[in-house]
Nanobody, 124 residues
Framework: QVQLVESGGGLVQAGASLRLSCTAS????????MGWFRQAPGKEREFAAA????????KYASSVEGRFTISRDNAKNTVYLQMNSLKPEDTAIYYC?????????????????WGQGTQVTVSS
């Protein structure tokens, strides 16, 4: 069983930055694609960003592209989400997830394990 633990959420004002971290318990972390998803109140969980096993390929939702950056440190079993120029509409619970296989994906159903989520609230 893979365990994923997110951290770094909080309450910030619009225009601020936050960096989320997600650390995996599994040693095979470095061979798997990783993703960040988010869920706002009353809405479906949606894709935000994904990264392949080596970190040289990334994918973003159009709503975050240019403001968010996903990266990973395989030596630390950790994936990051740097969020800049935050907007009130970025308010959500942010989840990291891992999929079986080295490639990235924006499809929620391709991810096998999920963290418990970390709350991000952006005030106007």
């Amino acid at each position: 069983q893979v365990q994923l633990v997110e951290s770094g959420g909080g309450l910030v004002q619009a225009g601020a930055s936050l960096r989320l971290s997600c650390t995996a318990s599994e040693r095979t972390f470095s061979t798997n694609g990783m993703g960040w998803f988010r869920q706002a109140p009353g809405k479906e969980r949606e894709f935000a960003a994904a990264i392949n096993w080596s970190g040289d390929r990334t994918k973003y939702a159009s709503s975050v592209e240019g403001r968010f950056t996903i990266s990973r440190d395989n030596a630390k079993n950790t994936v990051y989400l740097q969020m800049n120029s935050l907007k009130p509409e970025d308010t959500a619970i942010y989840y990291c997830a891992t999929r079986r296989g080295p490639l990235l994906s924006g499809r929620r159903d391709e991810y096998s394990y999920w963290g418990q989520g970390t709350q991000v609230t952006v005030s106007s």
